[in-house]
């Protein structure tokens, strides 16, 4: 959404944390206010940082008095693109990617409000493609554009080998993908209004290891 172009990616980032307190706060049935410093205490922020996060989209609470949980929840799903449904594309059906498609399925299945779903796999093994996963076909490959296209994929999600990752980021792109979130431990290149995210459980535990000397 072009209206929100200058806002940091760090911004962005904690948008997802407020969503969530506010998603856990509506299901538990807390429907009134939620001040600053209870929506920042539950989402690890300061106080001060989710007034001026929020602010940056306009106005939300009344100083003082909080913010009304259900109007900030569907107004930070709006912000986020939550409010309709995001179709996605995973290329790679091996271990991670099955799991992947498990999972979001078992969400999408769950929750009427998670708007982000798998619609599409893809993989290059003959032995894979043209073949049903939980229900959903295989694509070769090849395929990407045109599924792409057909299924109005808008984000893909990468879980092939490393030394293919790139490769299959460059056909995303030329497909006119413009969100990739990279599960493959390699350090992937997009061009200007492409957006990456990557995932990687190994760099956390090795992170983690460090303080285990201590
Ligand atoms: N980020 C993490 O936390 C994390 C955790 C586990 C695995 N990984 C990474 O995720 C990736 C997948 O791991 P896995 O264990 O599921 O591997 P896997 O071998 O089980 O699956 C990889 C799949 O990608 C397919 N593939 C290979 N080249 C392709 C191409 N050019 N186009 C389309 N499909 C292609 C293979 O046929 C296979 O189905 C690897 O890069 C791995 O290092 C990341």
Redesign the pocket.
Known sequence: MMRWKKISDAVVRRLPLYLRVLEEAHQSGETKLMSSHELGERAGVSPALVRKDLAWFGEFGKQGVGYEVGYLREELRKILNLDREIRIGL???????HALVRYNQQRYAEDSHFNLHIVAL????PS?VHRQLDGMLIHP?DALAEVTKQERLQMAIV????A??Q??ADRCVEAGIRAILN???AKLVVPAGVYLAN????LEMQRLAYYLGE
């Open positions: 290329i790679g059906v091996g271990s991670l990617g893809f993989d290059n093994d894979k490959i879980t092939v080998p490393a293919a990752a490769q299959v599960f493959a431990p995932a990687d459980v190994s």
